[in-house]
């Protein structure tokens, strides 16, 4: 079984600000990949989505990639 990514590195919080984290949980169109793709818990799953969505609100990552 794959280890979650987060519990695996110690990052307690997701933050929208690690653009460099979040682009990983991202295909190359700039959607999130799911949960069973990334190998991540549910639980992380969606404070990752929400971190995404903060950070392409505030114009850190692209809504779609070009």
């Keep these: 079984m794959k280890q979650d990514y987060f519990?695996?590195?110690n990052i307690k919080h997701i933050d929208y600000k690690d653009v460099d984290i979040l682009k990983k949980f991202l295909n190359p169109n700039g959607k999130i990949m799911n949960h069973k793709?990334?190998?991540v818990t549910s639980k992380n799953q969606r404070s990752l989505a929400l971190a995404v969505k903060n950070a392409r609100f505030l114009g850190l990552l692209p809504f779609v990639a070009k």
């Design 7 to 9: 519990s695996a590195n």
């Design 37 to 39: 793709r990334t190998g």
